[in-house]
């Protein structure tokens, strides 16, 4: 299994993450900040984390996120 991780904190609700990777991601208007969906959070680190299969579109969005605030842990 794979992690992807959001630093949900530190996203600035840019979309990128959105519109590169749309299964995973969607804009939360209300905070103005990205979901990845269906992700747990970690009480521990405050951070946002999701175990796939396949890391998809997420390698995109983690590179492409101004914030850097998504990673993937393989
Ligand atoms: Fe936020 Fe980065 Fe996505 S700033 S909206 S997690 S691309």
Redesign the pocket.
């Known amino acids: 299994m794979k992690k992807i991780i959001?630093n949900r904190e530190g996203?600035?609700?840019?979309?990128?993450?959105?519109a590169l990777c749309p299964k995973f991601?969607e804009m939360d208007d209300s905070e103005g900040?990205?979901n990845l969906k269906d992700a747990k959070k970690n009480e521990e680190t405050g951070e946002y984390e999701l175990s796939v299969e396949e890391i998809e579109c997420n390698q995109e969005?983690a590179e492409?996120?101004?914030?850097q605030?998504?990673r993937i842990e393989n």
């Open positions: 959001q996203c600035i609700g840019c979309g990128t993450c959105v991601w900040k990205a969005a492409a996120c101004p914030v605030v998504i």
